[in-house]
Every structure is written in C-alpha cells, then in structure tokens.
C-alpha cells in the first residue's frame, strides 16, 4: 500500500485547507482511512477516521472545524479543515488500517500563521 498527502500549505489563521491523500495498492474500500498529525516537538497524534463504512470520529478539539471524506471510486480520503488556528500547525499524515495491517503515507505540512 502506497500513500500520497497533499494539500497542505501556509494559510492564515481562520482559513480553510483542504488535505488530500491518494490510496494505491490494495483494495481501498477495504480501509479505515485516518490522519494523524505531529507538532514540532510533540508525538503524534489522531486526529479523524473514517471507516470503510463511511462513520467519521474526530479528537474533540477538531469537531465541528475539521471533516473527514473518502470517494471510493477515486481511492482518496480528504481532510476539509476550517477556522484553522496557530495550534493546527503541524505535519499531517494519513493511514490506512485494516484487519492485521497499518500503512502511512509521507506527511504533508500545514503552517497556520497568526
């Protein structure tokens, strides 16, 4: 399994970015899709999932700001983050999960300036 993030960028504080990250490999439909991010100096963490299934969960802090998708027909998941702010600013990766097996992609980096 093979994945591609991108869509990350500087946006000021309030503005939206959208994230995208593009699945290859094996049967995608098949995937929970998550993103997780890290902070400079912070471990990582989750931030949203989305099951094969098509239920989202999202870490408190981005509820209501940040909504997870995926097309099973174009094998991508996407992060749509809105009123982003400073303490979004971090290294945002995806990964794919199913039953015995976990793969990331290289992260993409998201810079919120003040």
């Known amino acids: 399994v093979q994945l591609q993030a991108s869509g990350g960028g500087l946006v000021q504080a309030g503005g939206p970015l959208r994230l995208s990250c593009e699945f290859r490999g094996s049967t995608f439909s098949a995937y929970a899709m998550s993103w997780y991010r890290q902070a400079p100096g912070q471990l990582r963490e989750w931030v949203a999932t989305i099951t094969s299934g098509q239920t989202s969960t999202y870490v408190d802090y981005v509820k209501g700001r940040f909504t997870i998708s995926r097309d099973n027909a174009r094998n991508a998941v996407y992060l749509q983050m809105n009123s982003l702010n400073v303490e979004d600013t971090a290294v945002y990766y995806c990964?794919?999960?199913?039953?015995?097996?976990?793969?990331w992609g290289r992260g993409t980096q998201v810079t919120v300036s003040s």
């Open positions: 990964n794919a999960w199913t039953s015995g097996s976990s793969f």
